[in-house]
Structure formats: C-alpha cells, structure tokens
C-alpha cells in the first residue's frame, strides 16, 4: 500500500520532467545562417570576417597619358590619370548609323561651359571638343547623336571640369 502511494507522485514527476524536457529541446536556438550574408548572427556584433575590398574599377584605354576613356561597344566612359581610374564609369551614348563617332587618340582642342550647335541648333552645355566638331556635352543617352558622346548631367560635368586643352581622349570601339 505504501509503494501504491508513491507510485502516483513519482510517475507525475516523471511525466513533469519528461515534458519540460521536450520543451527545453524544441525551444533551443537552432544553428541557421546569419541574420544577412557576411553579417553578424547577432545584431551589433562585427562579423568575424572582414568583407573583401571592393574590385579596382579598369578603363579599357591603353594610350600612357590618356585623361579621357570612352568605350562605344558598352556606352560607358571614366576619366584618368596616370592609369588609374578616377570617375567613372558613367554612362554615355554615342553617334548614329551615318554619323559614327571615330575610335581613336585625340586632343582636347577647346571646351565651352555653353556652346550652341549652328548645325544642329541646339545648346551643348559643358561642351569638351576633341575631334574637329565632336565633343561630349549633356545630351539624352537613351538615343544615338550626330557623332558626339551624349553624356548625363554629372558625367558631362565631371569631363568639363577635369579635361583641359591639350589633354588626350581615347576612344575605344
């Protein structure tokens, strides 16, 4: 009879332990990837290794003292100096069927902040020429020109305030 009385509480305590148990296990952390990739698994924490530093950006141009690298084949130009990229790329656009803009080595000749085109009859803002009558300036990139490099607002900026009469573009198909 008295084994009968511990029967009970001892197989409740057993039922208890075994249920504590099986919830101690299904709560534990699981082991997953982190909270983003190459991140900390904890919020604050630095990740253990470091991120690898971004890639040089590498202009296709190979003239020694070019300042100015155009490629046609990708609508992409960077400025230079020394070989080493300084801006860049950005995006441009070039001339059309009939009016091809030209691969190869030119001088800057001149550039105005605000020129007007009497052939085309239109402003080129932040114009850079180099080769005769070709120059990059603003202009839509989403459509080809009459041989100049149309160039965003920014890039068209960049090359007027970097490139001096003088300094050497390539143009690269």
Known sequence: MKCERLRRPVARLALLIGTAAIGFAVAAPAQGEPLWPGGPDIPGVPPLIAPPPPAPVVAPCTAPKARGCMRLSTNE????????????????????????????????????????????????????????????????????????????????????YYLEPGDIIEVVP
């Open 77 to 160: 130009a960077w400025l230079m100096d020394n070989g080493k990229v300084t801006y860049g790329p950005t995006p441009i656009s070039h001339g059309r069927e009939g009016f091809r803009t030209r691969a190869g080595v030119f001088d800057v000749d001149f550039k105005r902040e605000d020129h007007w085109s009497t052939m085309h009859h239109v402003w080129m803002k932040y114009a850079v020429f180099f080769d005769g009558d070709i120059a990059t300036h603003i202009g839509p990139i989403e459509e080809e020109s009459h041989g100049c490099i149309r160039m965003t607002p920014d890039g068209a900026r960049e090359f007027f």
